[in-house]
């Protein structure tokens, strides 16, 4: 995902929109508040408790009403303060009690999952070129930030012990994500996103039962058809283009939204207003502020 520019509304303009929106929410997604944070099971990594129906690892299914667990997602681990895609960002974001860490997959020439954003190295180590042109050894070599390398996913698995929200770019990488996550048994552990629709069917297709997710930076109402076809059970959203039309739409399809990227109060208040059932952040502080903005 692409952190986005989060200023552009004067302050009463802000503060119209978001009563507005909150007194039609709060007509159309009446919400009995379950409180904040996640659930854990004993003797298992912390699983978040997805809003909706179903919840993620197997937890109860509650079909009654709709109950609203408010899942606080790190950006690339905490980049607003780390070096984004790191080993030292994601251990950060489990320490400021983040619910998940959200991170992005790419295959090096030799075949490695590794953790980065961009396709080059350009933007995020002091070394230039494509991921895919490079060997992982190669890679290793390479400053991150702050004098981390860059880490594959799997010693991100071993670093910390949340949940994972893995962004995919590829059917390739959709496969080589599948073996991994077949082996170490991480079906309760990992969410498979992509603005992508065929990597998101092609994980669906070898996976069956991991939850998966489709982003978007521009769409419409279409988004909903789009997560349906590839066999999406969430949508993650850039926050700044959500409409109600497209919440109530998603919530029609019993598809879960995560808006994103959440680093404001008044994104924040926009995001709890509509009732979605997460944010993903660049900061930590958001989790703690998001108890008190409902």
């Known amino acids: 995902m692409d ?63 709709r109950t609203l667990n408010f899942l606080t997602i790190g950006h690339r681990g905490v980049m607003g303060v780390e070096p984004e895609n790191t080993l030292r960002s994601f251990v950060a974001a489990e320490q400021a009690g983040l619910d998940l860490i959200e991170l992005d997959l790419h295959l090096s020439k030799d075949g490695a999952l590794v953790v980065m954003h961009d396709a080059e190295v350009d933007r995020t180590t002091d070394g230039s070129g494509a991921i895919a042109e490079k060997t992982l050894d190669e890679l290793r070599t390479l400053d991150a930030g702050k004098g981390e390398r860059i880490p594959v996913f799997e010693e991100v698995l071993d670093a910390v012990d949340l949940p994972i929200q893995a962004e995919i770019k590829d059917v390739a990488a959709a496969r080589a994500l599948a073996e991994v996550i077949r082996r170490r048994q991480l079906a309760g552990r990992i969410e498979v996103s992509s603005f992508h629709d065929e990597a998101v069917a092609e994980t669906a297709r070898l996976l069956p039962g991991v939850r998966t997710a489709l982003i978007a930076s521009r769409y419409g109402t279409d988004i909903v058809e789009r997560a349906v076809r590839a066999g999406a059970s969430t949508v993650c959203l850039n926050i700044r283009r959500l409409t109600l039309e497209v919440v109530e739409h998603a919530r029609e399809a019993d598809l879960r939204i995560i808006g994103w990227v959440v680093n404001s109060q008044k994104h924040l208040r926009l995001v709890r207003a509509l009732e979605l059932d997460g944010a993903t952040t660049d900061h930590p502080d958001i989790k703690r502020t998001g108890r008190f903005t409902a």
Do not use: N
């Not at 929410?25 to 990594?45: M, N």
């Not at 978040?48 to 109860?60: C, E, I, K, Q, V």
């Open 3 to 65: 952190t986005v520019c989060i200023w552009g509304f004067s302050q009463q303009e802000e503060a119209r929109e978001i009563i507005l929106r909150t007194r039609i929410v709060t007509a159309l997604f009446p919400v009995r508040y379950a409180g904040c944070g996640s659930s854990v099971q004993s003797g298992a990594h912390p699983v978040p408790s997805w809003g909706g129906r179903t919840r993620l690892a197997g937890l109860s299914v509650d079909g009654s009403e």
